[in-house]
């Protein structure tokens, strides 16, 4: 079955702290995606990438860098935190881009204070 | 742009009633259509998607029927669980050039009273 793993699951840090969330699967899959989940906005894409290196903006990219090191791990980086920040952030891959099943990690926590 | 719109929720419902949660959706292309849910504590997690117009999808006794000319995707269960309690996810990708993105509704959380 399919793996996502995500860590930490939770956080806390101050405002302008540097944070940065990790994603791992272990599918073999090409694509891989980071989204934030907020109330009232459902998920929002914030970066994807393709392949080991690859680097593609989502829709609320502001605030956030990403970096693909291998084919398996994907990492969020929040370099001055803000409160507006504040979400629970969720880790996703799958296999290719014709409309595949989306694989979802369990989500990471990130509460900016 | 593309977009999707679903029922806002919470909905509340007791066991054994029938469930519609609305969707519709704005793309200028022919997209594949999904609904995910996602139980407390977890992932979203896939609960079927239809590629194809006029077709129909279904899992664990929900559907709903891609209608292209309407641009609707409503998720029906005609006797709902308590274990059904969740949110539900409506959303859209069209693949090639767009990179299989998806589009997420705002999610419809569903509380199904025993």
């Known amino acids: 079955e399919a793996a996502v793993t995500q860590s930490p699951r939770n956080k806390v840090t101050v405002t302008g702290g540097n944070v940065t969330l990790s994603c791992r699967q272990t599918n073999s899959h090409n694509y891989m995606y980071w989204y934030r989940q907020d109330t009232g906005h459902g998920l929002r894409l914030i970066h994807y990438?393709?392949?080991?290196?690859?680097?593609q903006i989502g829709d609320v990219p502001d605030g956030y860098k990403a970096t693909r090191t291998t084919q398996e791990d994907f990492f969020l980086l929040l370099e001055l935190a803000s409160p507006s920040q504040t979400s629970l952030y969720f880790c996703?891959?799958?296999?290719?881009?014709?409309?595949?099943?989306?694989?979802f990690g369990e989500g990471s926590r990130l509460i900016v204070v | 742009g593309d977009s999707v719109t679903q029922t806002e929720g919470p909905v509340t419902l007791s066991e054994g009633t029938s469930l519609t949660v609305n969707c519709s959706y704005e793309?200028?292309?022919?997209?594949?259509l999904f609904w995910y849910v996602q139980y407390p504590g977890e992932g979203p997690q896939l609960l079927f998607k239809v590629p194809k117009a006029n077709e129909k999808g279904s899992s664990r006794g929900f559907e709903a029927t891609y209608n292209k000319e309407a641009t609707s995707f409503h998720l029906q269960k005609a006797s709902v669980q308590e274990s059904d309690s969740a949110v539900y996810y409506c959303?859209?990708?069209?693949?090639?050039?767009?990179?299989?993105?998806?589009?997420f509704g705002a999610g419809t959380q569903l509380i199904v009273i025993p």
């Open positions: 990438s393709y392949g080991a290196g690859n680097l």
């Open positions: 959303a859209l990708t069209k693949g090639g050039s767009a990179l299989g993105r998806l589009h």
């Open positions: 996703a891959s799958s296999r290719d881009n014709s409309g595949n099943t989306l694989y």
């Open positions: 793309t200028k292309q022919y997209p594949t």
